[in-house]
C-alpha cells in the first residue's frame, strides 16, 4: 500500500538556508539546502564571510610581522602554522637549526594538534548531542593553555617563535607544566573514549555517515585525518620530514571507510601519537646541550637587548633586521607541514625586499571543503551537521 | 554557615509583608543577572568564548546559562571575532530580530574597530552598523577580560531606567544607525 | 617504481613535449618548468597518467601577477607524486586582455575551488570550469583585489585620518 505521498506528482523541495549564523556550523559558512523532507538533495556552499585578505596584507609587511596573520589562519593550533612559517622563511634563507630548537619546536607542534583535536571531537560530541565529554576536554585544552601561555604569553593566538629558533628558553616552570600535563592528559583521554567510542547512540549517529573511497579523496585534494580515514595513510611528517621528525618513532592511524565514525577514531589516535611524540622529545631534550634556543644567525635574528645598547655590532645588526636592510635571496619556496586539518603550505615568492612578492597559504580547510556539497546529498540534515563537524573547517583557515 | 552570596536588595521601604522600592531598580536587578547571551562568534575570540563557556571560567555564574543562538530571545548580542563586509548585512539583520531590551557587546579588536585587518574586506568595527554598548578590547581578550565586559553590561543594565527604550535620545540613536 | 630525478622526470617532459620548456628552474630542489597556456593543461593530464611518474595528487592551483612582465598574471600549478615522493611546479603566463586558460577540474575534481579562488583574486579565466564565479570576495566586486595596482586598504575610510603619519 503506497502512501500519498508517493502517490502525489510532485515531490515539494524545500529551500532551507543553514547559517551563515547557526550554532551547528562552526564559524561563517552558509549553506543553502533544497531538501525533499529531511533528505538533502542538494547544497550550495556559500563561504568568504569571514575573508580577511591574508595574502594581501602579507605583500606589505615584513617577514617577522607575518606570523601573528598566520595565527589567525587555522586558530585553534596557531602554533602549528607560526612554524610552519618560519621553516619556510628559513629554507628560503638557507637557515641550519640546532636539534634543540627542532625538539622544541616538536613539543610546541604536537600539543597544538592535541588542541586542535580535542576542539574537533569534543565538538562533535556536542553536535551529537553529548555536551560533558566537551566539558572535559576544554580543561584539557586550559592545561596546554597554560603551557603556551609560560612559553610565549599568549593563550590562543599565539605568534610563538623567532625565524630562527625561539624568543627565549623554555623555562623550568614550561617543563614542568609539560611533564604534569603528559602525566595528567592520559586518565582524561581514557574517560572521554570510554564516553564515546563505545557508545551504542554515538556509534550508530557517526558510522555510514559520508564515507568516501581513496580515490575520491585523492580527487578532491583532501589530505590529513580526513585521507587517513579513507584509508591512506599520507603525512607529511613522514614523507617529507621537517623540525627532525625523522628522530622520532610513530605511528600513523588509518581508518577504513572515511565515514564520521572512522575520523573520530583516527583524531583520538592521532592524540596518543601525539603524546608519544612528546614524551619522546622531552627525552631527547636531556641529551642536548642546555641554552640553546635559536640559530646562530645575527643576520636574520634579533640580538638580546642588553647586547644592543652595548655592543656596536649588535646595534647594527638590531637596525638592519627591523628596517629590513638584510640580503635576502629572490627565490621561491613551497613548504608544506601537517597541519591538525592536513597538509598546510606555504607557497612564498621573494624578490630580495622585505615583504614577500607573493604569499599564499594552501589551506587544508578550504580545499577540504569542497567535497563538502557532494558528500551529504541523499543524506539526512542532522548528518549532513556531523559531516562538517568531522571535517573540521576552521572559518579562519577556509576564508584567510 | 553557607557561602552562597545573595545580591543586596536595593533601597527601598520595608513593612511587614512588603517592601516598596523603585520598579527601575528591581527590573534592573532582575535583568542584570539573568542576561541570555547570543553568542555570534566568527574567529578566533569566538574559541576564547568557548573557553570562557567552559568549566574553568564559567559564564553561567553570570546568569549567562543559556546561550540562546535565535535572536528573539537573547538579550545580549556578543560578537566575537571579524566581521567582513559580506558579514556586516547579516549581523544587521541578526540584531534587528533581536526584540528590546537588546545589548550589544564588542568582543576582541576587530570587532571593535577591525583589529589588524585594516583591509578592503574587513568592516573596521561593528559600530558602522550597528550601535554597541561595551568594547572589550583584546586579540583574543582573556577569558577574564570578557567575564569584565560582561559585568559592565550588567552594570548598564542594572541602572538603566525602563523608559530608556522609548526616549527621544534612543530613538535618535537608532535613526543614525538607520533603524526604525 | 625506481629514484627518478628531477632531470628524469625533465628528460621525459622534454621528450614527449619539445620545445614546450620555456623556462626551467630547481629553486631549493623543486622542479620550476614554465610553459606556455596551452601546453599547460596537455601537461598536466601526461604527468596524472603516466605509470612511471603517477602525478596524482593536485596540491594547488594559484595565481600570481607580475606588472612589468610582457605577459603579466600567471597560473601556478603545484603537483605531487606521492609514489615517487616528489613535487613538481608548473607555470604559465597570460597576457593582461585575455588571461584564459584551460581548467583542469577534469582531472582533479579539487581544482574547482582552487580555480575559483585563482579567479577571484587575479581574473583568470578558466574555460571549461562548472560555475566560475567569485568565492571569496563580495559577488558585486568589480576589481581583482590580489593584481599588484589594488589598495590594501579602503580607500573610503573617514575616521582614519593619517595626515600626521606622512602615508
Known amino acids: ?400 | ?180 | 617504481m625506481g629514484i627518478i630525478t628531477n632531470q628524469g622526470i625533465l628528460d621525459k617532459l622534454n621528450a614527449r613535449f619539445p620545445n614546450a620548456m620555456l623556462e626551467v628552474s630547481e629553486p631549493k630542489g623543486l622542479l620550476t618548468i614554465t610553459t606556455d597556456r596551452e601546453t599547460l593543461p596537455k601537461i598536466v593530464a601526461y604527468l596524472k597518467e603516466d605509470a612511471s611518474l603517477a602525478f596524482r595528487f593536485l596540491t594547488d592551483i594559484t595565481g600570481v601577477h607580475y606588472p612589468e612582465q610582457e605577459l603579466p598574471l600567471g597560473v601556478v600549478c603545484h603537483l605531487q607524486s606521492m609514489a615517487l615522493n616528489r613535487r613538481i611546479r608548473l607555470k604559465a603566463f597570460l597576457p593582461l586582455n585575455n588571461p584564459r586558460i584551460s581548467t583542469l577540474t577534469h582531472l582533479f575534481p579539487g581544482a574547482n575551488w582552487m580555480e575559483r579562488e585563482t579567479y577571484d583574486f587575479f581574473g583568470i579565466i578558466f574555460e571549461g570550469h562548472p560555475d566560475l564565479r567569485r568565492i571569496l570576495n563580495m559577488d558585486d566586486m568589480v576589481a581583482f583585489p590580489m593584481r599588484k595596482e589594488f589598495p590594501l586598504e579602503d580607500p573610503n575610510r573617514r575616521d582614519k585620518n593619517d595626515d600626521f603619519f606622512g602615508r
Open chain 2, 1 to 180: 554557615m553557607s557561602d552562597i552570596q545573595l545580591v543586596d536588595a536595593p533601597a527601598g521601604v520595608e513593612g511587614s509583608g512588603f517592601f516598596a522600592t523603585r520598579l527601575d531598580k528591581a527590573v534592573g536587578l532582575a535583568r542584570s543577572h539573568s542576561l541570555w547571551p547570543l553568542p555570534f562568534a566568527t574567529s578566533c575570540c569566538g574559541i576564547e568564548f568557548m573557553a570562557t563557556m567552559g568549566a574553568n571560567y564559567d559564564i553561567a555564574r553570570f546568569g549567562s546559562e543559556r546561550p540562546s543562538f535565535s535572536p528573539r530571545q537573547a538579550d545580549l548580542l556578543m560578537v566575537m571575532g571579524t566581521i567582513a563586509k559580506k558579514m556586516g548585512p547579516v549581523l544587521r539583520q541578526v540584531y534587528l530580530q533581536m526584540a528590546e531590551p537588546r545589548w550589544v557587546m564588542a568582543v576582541g579588536a576587530c570587532a571593535s574597530s577591525g583589529g589588524i585587518f585594516d583591509t578592503y574586506s574587513v568592516l573596521q568595527g561593528i559600530d558602522e552598523v550597528i550601535p554597541v554598548d561595551v568594547y572589550v578590547p583584546g586579540c583574543p581578550p582573556r577569558p577574564e577580560a570578557i567575564i569584565d565586559g560582561l559585568m559592565r553590561v550588567q552594570e548598564l543594565v542594572r541602572n538603566e531606567s525602563v523608559r530608556r527604550r522609548g526616549s527621544e535620545e534612543y530613538k535618535e540613536l537608532m535613526a543614525k544607525y538607520g533603524i526604525q
Open chain 1, 1 to 400: 500500500m503506497t502512501t500519498f505521498l508517493e502517490d502525489s506528482e510532485q515531490r515539494d523541495i524545500t529551500t532551507l538556508n543553514l547559517g551563515p549564523t547557526h550554532p551547528a556550523t562552526h564559524g561563517v559558512f552558509q549553506n543553502i539546502l533544497k531538501m525533499d523532507g529531511e533528505r538533502i538533495v542538494s547544497a550550495d556552499p556559500t563561504i568568504g564571510y569571514i575573508h580577511r585578505a591574508f595574502e594581501k596584507i602579507a605583500e606589505h609587511r615584513p617577514f617577522y610581522q607575518i606570523t601573528p596573520l598566520t595565527d589567525r589562519l587555522n586558530y585553534c593550533s596557531a602554533p602549528i602554522n607560526n612554524m610552519g612559517w618560519h621553516m619556510t622563511v628559513e629554507k628560503m634563507l638557507g637557515l641550519e637549526l640546532p636539534k634543540r630548537v627542532d625538539y622544541m619546536r616538536v613539543i610546541v607542534m604536537e600539543l597544538s594538534r592535541i588542541a586542535d583535536h580535542l576542539i574537533c571531537n569534543g565538538i562533535l560530541g556536542v553536535d551529537s548531542g553529548a555536551y560533558s565529554g566537551f566539558l572535559y576536554l576544554f580543561e584539557e585544552r586550559e592545561k596546554i593553555y597554560d603551557i603556551f601561555e609560560e612559553i610565549c604569553g599568549a593563550r590562543l593566538t599565539t605568534n610563538i617563535g623567532r625565524i630562527g629558533g625561539f624568543e627565549r628558553d623554555f623555562s623550568e616552570k614550561a617543563f614542568d607544566r609539560i611533564r604534569q600535563f603528559i602525566k595528567e592528559f592520559p586518565p582524561v583521554m581514557k574517560d572521554f573514549e570510554n564516553l564515546f567510542n563505545r557508545n551504542r547512540i554515538f556509534i550508530d549517529r557517526c558510522t555510514g555517515v559520508s564515507p568516501i573511497t581513496v580515490e575520491q579523496a585523492l580527487g578532491y585534494s583532501w589530505t590529513g585525518p580526513l585521507l587517513r580515514a579513507a584509508g591512506l595513510d599520507y603525512d607529511v611528517r613522514v614523507l617529507e620530514p621537517y623540525s627532525s621528525y625523522e628522530d622520532f618513532e610513530f605511528e600513523v592511524p588509518v581508518g577504513t571507510s572515511g565515514d564520521c565514525y572512522d575520523r573520530f577514531i583516527v583524531r583520538n589516535e592521532e592524540i596518543w601519537q601525539s603524546l608519544r611524540i612528546i614524551e619522546q622529545a622531552m627525552e631527547k631534550l636531556k641529551k642536548e646541550p642546555e641554552g640553546v634556543f635559536h640559530a646562530d644567525v645575527p643576520e636574520y635574528y634579533l640580538p638580546p637587548k642588553q647586547e644592543v645598547y652595548n655592543n656596536m655590532e649588535a646595534l647594527i645588526y638590531h637596525f638592519k633586521i627591523v628596517m629590513g636592510e638584510v640580503e635576502n635571496p629572490a627565490t621561491e619556496v613551497y613548504h608544506a607541514v601537517e597541519g591538525a586539518n592536513g597538509e598546510l603550505g606555504f607557497y612564498l615568492i621573494t624578490d630580495g625586499g622585505r615583504s614577500p612578492f607573493r604569499l599564499h597559504f594552501r589551506r587544508p580547510s578550504f580545499i577540504n571543503y569542497q567535497a563538502f556539497p557532494d558528500l551529504i546529498v541523499g543524506g539526512l540534515l542532522s548528518d549532513a551537521i556531523l559531516t562538517m563537524s568531522s571535517m573540521n573547517v576552521i572559518a579562519g583557515e577556509l576564508d584567510a
